[in-house]
Structure formats: C-alpha cells, structure tokens
DNA sequence: CTGAATCCTCAACGATACTG
DNA sequence: CAGTATCGTTGAGGATTCAG
C-alpha cells in the first residue's frame, strides 16, 4: 500500500512505480494489447483468428503484442505440429485472467460512450 | 452494440473504432493520462500539486495532458486571477467521473500486482 | 505560479516482401 | 499457417529555456 505522506513506491522487475496505474499500463498499455486480450478473453485462438477480429493490425505488430504478452506471461502459446503448416493457439493463462474484471470495465465504459456519442456503421464487404 | 457476424464498427468524432477497448484507450491510454486522472479522481488539484504527487513527470508533459484530457471533456480548468502569479486549479467533469469505476479497476488490479510481485522501496529525502 | 516554445531522441508503429 | 526481415515513418515523450 501506499502510505500516505510517505515517499514510497514499488519496485518490480527492477523498475521503479509510484502509481499502481503505471504498473497495469505497462501490461495492457500501447495501441494493440488490450484488444488482443479483450478477444482472447472469449477463448483460445488462432493467429489468423485473432487476425480476422483485429483487421486493422498488421501480422508484424500483432507477432509482436502476442510475444510480448507471452513473456508478460499473460496469454500461452500452444504449438502443434513440426512441419508447416503448424497450428499455433494462444489462449490467456490463469495470471491474465486475473486481468478479465479490468478489461471488462474498459470495455464497459467505451461501449457505453459508443453507444452514447458514437455512431454505429456497418461496412460493405469488400 | 457490436452484432455478432456482421461487419459493424463505431464511429466516433469521425474515427472508426472496431473494438470498445479502442475508444477508452484513446482517452486514458498513453503514458500519463490514466495516472492523472487518478490523481484528480481525489478532488481538485492545482498544477503544482499534481507534479508534486506526479515526481518523474515533466511540466510540459503534464501541460500536455491537462491540455488533451481538458479537450476531451474528462477535465475542468478553472484559472483565478489575471496577473501572474495565477491559480489554475484541475477537476473531473461529470464526464470524467464516469471513468472513475474504470480507474479503479486498473489501480486495483496494479496494486495487486505490485503488492504480490513487487517490492517496496522507500525514496530518501532529497 | 503556470505554463509555452524550441529542439531533439527514440521507440512504437507501419508497409512490404519473404520463409520454415 | 504463422510468422520474420527489412526499411521507413511518425509521434510520443524529454531537456531546456523563456514568458505572462
């Protein structure tokens, strides 16, 4: 805990926070993180699947979000088979679950200010 | 609401949005916007007092924040007097009190953390 | 006291091509 | 299928100085 009127923080993996905020931005900041684990909440999957439900994100940036949540140690990596094509699953392990309530809020409120302010489009198919 | 099959995303202030996890992160995403809100999420604040409790950031940084999150409607800024010295003081809108349940969340979440994981230091006095 | 202005660096992000 | 390699771009963030 912080102790108030105290100068205090928190030292993990060797770096310094003085806000718990900074800590869980650290793991589910930047543009890509939160979405790839909001969808991995629903279950286990695919790199092309989880490619489909984020088509704005290039394979490069999301090769690189799934390594980096891999060694956050968030979400695992399944590999089956040896020889291409292989079949790779990712999936949130019982560390990034304990993340479900917090992305549930973010979602919540930016669902709620769609709704609210936003508009809804529905795009043709290409 | 996002219908499930169908191609529907949100537009918001003429962007496009796939995912909910998008919008919230464009308001409190970034290195120093959620760690302000929380702050604010406390009462009023005056510049000075924020960089206080706010140590590793840089007054332009923090300039910059108020700034974007006054922008966004998630911030008041109320000045008093017209000569230097002035007094600025910061508060949640309405609108920024809807994020405070979200807030929340995410300090939970890192204190968690950081209590479990991390390890606490006690700066020296400079 | 509360910043704005300037200049700078660097990491995040992106486009494209290629591969085990 | 599931990436990696390479190169290029962009913008967030930072250091310092100056100003109302």
Redesign the interface.
């Known amino acids: 805990?912080i102790v108030k009127g105290?100068?205090?923080?928190?030292?993990?993996d060797g770096k310094?926070?003085?806000?718990?905020?900074?800590?869980?931005?650290k793991y589910i900041?930047?543009?890509w993180k939160?979405?790839v684990l909001?969808y991995l909440k629903g279950g286990t999957l695919r790199f092309a699947e989880l490619k489909k439900r984020?088509?704005?994100i290039t394979e490069k940036m999301l090769s690189i979000q799934l390594h980096t949540l891999e060694a956050d140690g968030l979400i695992e990596r399944k590999v089956y088979g040896s020889k291409p094509p292989v079949r790779v699953e990712y999936s949130l392990t019982e560390f990034g679950k304990?993340?479900i309530?917090?992305?549930?809020?973010?979602?919540?409120?930016?669902?709620?200010?769609?709704?609210n302010?936003?508009?809804?489009?529905?795009?043709q198919?290409k």
Chains 1, 2 share one sequence.
């Open positions: 805990m105290k100068n205090v923080v928190y030292r993990l310094l926070y003085h806000c718990p905020m900074d800590i869980t931005m900041g930047g543009k939160a979405v909001w984020i088509p704005a304990t993340l309530e917090t992305l549930n809020a973010i979602s919540k409120w930016g669902r709620n200010l769609g709704a302010r936003g508009e809804l489009v529905e795009l198919e």
